[in-house]
Structures are given as structure tokens and as C-alpha cells.
């Protein structure tokens, strides 16, 4: 089964690096601006929208906390990887599919949690 991820992020340069260790991987991702995103869609609309295009959703720190804890908890069928954690609680209690990368974020260590949920999931 083909592994798809939805990236969410500001900054094109996080969005490049992560989909560079996605391709080496053959897994199709597709990366959307929130900036952008939420000049023209709600956050109930982007929510349904990727609850039918993606397995994996890659959250970046700088996102709106009301849009993360939206994602997160409108999307319990989805693994979600967290840039570099959830600063400042934006989960009280931060559920099972819901995986956080420390900072410094590394790639290295973003590649390693992204494998263990593709392994997981193809298991």
C-alpha cells in the first residue's frame, strides 16, 4: 500500500527538506502553505480535505495552535509527526498517534520516526 503524507507548514525550506527524505523513501507527499491554505479555506474545510488524501500528517511548529489541535483531534484515523514538538502544550494529553521530534529538529531523526510509522502501518 502506497504511503501518502500531507505536509503543513510556512516556510517552503522545511517543506524541501522533508520532501527530499520522502522521495528517498519512493513515499508520495504533497506540501501545503497554511499561510496561504487559510486565506481562502476554513480550518473544517482543509481538515475533510486531508482526511482523504493523506496517512501521514507532518504538522510544522509554526502553525496556528487551534489548527493543529483541530487536525489532531478531528483526524484520530491519521499519524501525525509534529515539527519540532508541540511547543507550549498545544495538546494537554498528547495522543498515541501523535508523534513529536525535539529540538533541535534533525532529519535524521524525522526520517527515523517516519520509518517506524511506515513499518508500522505496512505490518
Request: proline share 3%; aromatic share 6%; charged share 30%.
Amino acid at each position: 500500500m502506497e504511503t501518502r503524507v500531507k505536509i503543513y507548514c510556512i516556510t517552503h525550506e522545511i517543506c524541501s527538506l522533508i520532501k527530499k527524505v520522502l522521495s528517498k523513501h519512493n513515499i508520495i507527499s504533497k506540501c501545503e502553505n497554511y499561510t496561504e491554505l487559510s486565506v481562502t479555506k476554513s480550518i473544517d474545510d482543509i481538515v475533510s480535505e486531508c482526511k482523504n488524501s493523506a496517512d501521514i500528517v507532518i504538522l510544522d511548529q509554526e502553525l496556528d495552535k487551534e489548527f493543529k489541535q483541530r487536525m489532531v483531534l478531528s483526524l484520530a484515523d491519521l499519524t501525525f509527526i509534529c515539527l519540532p514538538s508541540l511547543k507550549d502544550n498545544d495538546l494537554p494529553d498528547v495522543p498515541e498517534n501523535v508523534y513529536q521530534i525535539s529540538e533541535p529538529f534533525k532529519l535524521s531523526e524525522f526520517e527515523e520516526v517516519l520509518l517506524k510509522i511506515v513499518n508500522k502501518k505496512t505490518l
